[in-house]
């Protein structure tokens, strides 16, 4: 639950705009900041690790025309995605690429990361009866701003991460936080990363408020479902491969309302219903126990939180083992940890 910093290009909803860096680098924002002392570190502080790098990002661009063939080259040969949970669980890094401050994704380079997630990996391939281990990176890519406004993660930044991922077989997860805007507006706009076998998608409904940090964000079941049925037609429509994983996190009852009415049967969509949230081990199954419930989202994943030494920083205390959190029942089959 530690909200994301990105660096995001213009985007207009309606009659709003996002905040774009250029305002930050120029100070266009700076003095509604100040007058605002409850804003005044949400969410600029995050950005103290990551203004210094910009330049140094820009200049890194990457060359992805060679990838890109060869995502038609894989498509050609009938290699796709249909049924990554059949066999294998998902083991993810989770944060903003370019924040220390959030999640131990910002806190290593690509390559670090695959190390680290491989070392992990064979921790659980232990305890997990034989099924497969995939590494994933999850990225926030919408964040939650003030009053409900939302950033986006530069496309260059992502893109590093998804073609690194591509030639390491690793699967990305893309992320949005929704903000004051309607849950198919935010799915849309990360539509087109499907074209990319090893994207999937996910909302996070804590943060779709216009008051973030006090207040807890819902989305409904219709909408839940809506939502699958824009990115069902969108795969169908564009012919990808394979079926795509959407992942809804929930820790609090709010967050889904009506959520006996999610219907988990789309063909192409998989609903990944996951339990959010830090605390102790007695905490964390609480509410894994309180998602298990909804039986009608029976593909669960788990999130686990890294003491990262951030003052004020929320962290699992202490953290669940990979046997723990094998014990979980009905057991998760994505694994994420920030």
């Known amino acids: 639950m530690i909200l994301a910093v990105l660096f995001f290009a213009p985007v207009f909803h309606g009659a709003s705009q996002t905040i774009t860096l250029s305002s930050l680098e120029t100070g266009a924002e700076a003095k509604p900041l100040a007058r605002e002392p409850a804003e005044r570190l949400f969410p600029a502080v995050y950005f103290t690790d990551t203004l210094k790098t910009l330049n140094i990002m820009d200049a890194a661009r990457p060359y992805w025309v060679d990838t890109e063939a060869g995502h038609r080259q894989s498509v050609q040969a009938g290699e796709d995605n249909l049924s990554i949970l059949l066999n294998n669980d998902i083991l993810a890094f989770y944060g903003h690429p370019l924040s220390k401050n959030m999640g131990i994704l910002g806190r290593y380079s690509i390559e670090e990361l695959d190390a680290k997630l491989s070392a992990l990996a064979e921790s659980y391939a232990v305890e997990n009866g034989g ?10 890519y919408g964040t939650v701003w003030p009053k409900g406004e939302i950033g986006i993660l530069k496309d260059e930044v992502l893109l590093r991460y998804i073609e690194y991922a591509l030639e390491h077989d690793i699967l990305v997860f893309i992320d949005h936080q929704i903000g004051r805007y309607d849950p198919v507006n935010a799915l849309v706009r990360m539509l087109p990363y499907l074209r990319y076998p090893n994207v999937h998608l996910a909302l996070d ?12 964000g819902t989305v409904s079941a219709e909408e839940i479902n809506h939502v699958q049925q824009v990115m069902e037609d969108y795969i169908v429509e564009h012919q990808l491969p394979g079926e795509r994983m959407l992942v809804i996190h929930q820790f609090n009852w709010r967050m889904i309302k009506n959520r006996e009415k999610v219907n988990s049967g789309f063909s192409r969509v998989r609903l990944v219903h996951c339990a959010d949230g830090f605390g102790s081990p007695h905490l964390k199954r609480s509410s894994y126990a309180y998602n298990a419930e ?3 989202m029976p593909i669960k994943g788990f999130k686990l939180f890294y003491n990262s030494g951030i003052p004020g920083a929320g962290y699992d205390n202490p953290l669940l083992s990979p046997r723990e959190v094998y014990e979980l029942s009905p057991r998760p089959y994505i694994i994420m940890y920030q």
């Not at 099924?131 to 926030?140: D, E, P, S, T, V």
Request: aromatic letters at 12%; charged letters at 30%; proline letters at 8%.
């Open 294 to 296: 909804a039986s009608n």
């Open 131 to 140: 099924r497969g281990i995939r590494k994933a990176f999850y990225i926030i």
């Open 205 to 216: 409904p804590e943060w779709r408020t216009t008051k973030p940090m006090m207040e807890i």
